[in-house]
């Protein structure tokens, strides 16, 4: 069965710090990749995808990440994190199919003004 | 552009009561799912349906169900609430693609069970 992984529950930035956050997943066919994100109240909104192609994705705000088979992940960075980037973040896999996704347990991001 | 539609917003049901949250969606998607979100894990598939007349169950499917009559429509069902369906529950829609597509969600309905 697929997993995701996300190793930080929590992370706390000042603005203008560089983001990296983890993502692994356990899957061993091909997989889509996508990166979700959560403002406070609010549902989930796609930051970006990965589905083939280019591993390295861009995608809105600013927000990449990298896709590294070897490793199994799929990690989300930003140069220079804002206060309004303050809310939850989900890494979520699905298998070639489409369709089903699983997620990850989530990680917080708060950033200080 | 109404997207995935999700009724109602809010909801507290006593135990043992029984609802149903509504979702809708207008982009013609085959797949639709319910998740549930909780602290600290995530969101947890409970059922989903790859088209009209198809469900199947998901990680954590006990107490709900669902059936799938339209491609529009997805409802979800709780037979007899419990205080630990307390939750927010996300419904998404995406299309079936080899590619791979993204899934468009709700805005979510958060239920209390006292």
């Known amino acids: 069965a697929q997993s995701v992984s996300q190793h930080n529950h929590h992370v706390i930035l000042s603005e203008a710090a560089s983001l990296e956050l983890g993502c692994n997943y356990s899957?061993?066919?091909?997989?889509?990749l996508f990166w979700y994100v959560q403002y406070p109240g609010q549902h989930l909104q796609l930051l970006l995808k990965?589905?083939?192609?280019?591993?390295l994705v861009k995608g809105i705000k600013g927000f990449e990440a990298e896709f590294i088979k070897s490793k199994f992940s799929f990690n989300l960075r930003k140069p220079s994190v804002q206060w309004s980037d303050t809310a939850e973040y989900f890494c979520a896999v699905n298998d070639n199919q489409g369709g089903k996704l699983i997620f990850g347990q989530g990680t917080e991001l708060s950033v200080k003004p | 552009n109404a997207g995935v539609t999700q009724t109602p917003k809010f909801q507290v049901l006593k135990t043992g009561q029984s609802m149903t949250l509504q979702c809708a969606q207008d982009m013609n998607h085959e797949y639709m799912s319910w998740y549930r979100q909780d602290p600290g894990m995530g969101l947890r598939l409970i059922h989903y349906?790859?088209?009209?007349?198809?469900?199947d169950q998901g990680e954590v499917p006990n107490g709900y169900n669902v059936s799938r009559s339209t491609t529009e429509d997805f409802p979800l069902r709780l037979l007899s609430a419990a205080p630990s369906q307390t939750s927010v529950y996300f419904c998404?829609?995406?299309?079936?693609?080899?590619?791979?597509?993204?899934?468009?969600f709700g805005q979510g309905t958060r239920l209390t069970v006292v």
């Open positions: 899957y061993g066919g091909t997989v889509n």
């Open positions: 998404a829609s995406s299309q079936m693609d080899r590619g791979g597509t993204e899934a468009f």
């Open positions: 990965y589905f083939s192609g280019d591993p």
């Open positions: 349906s790859v088209g009209a007349g198809i469900t």
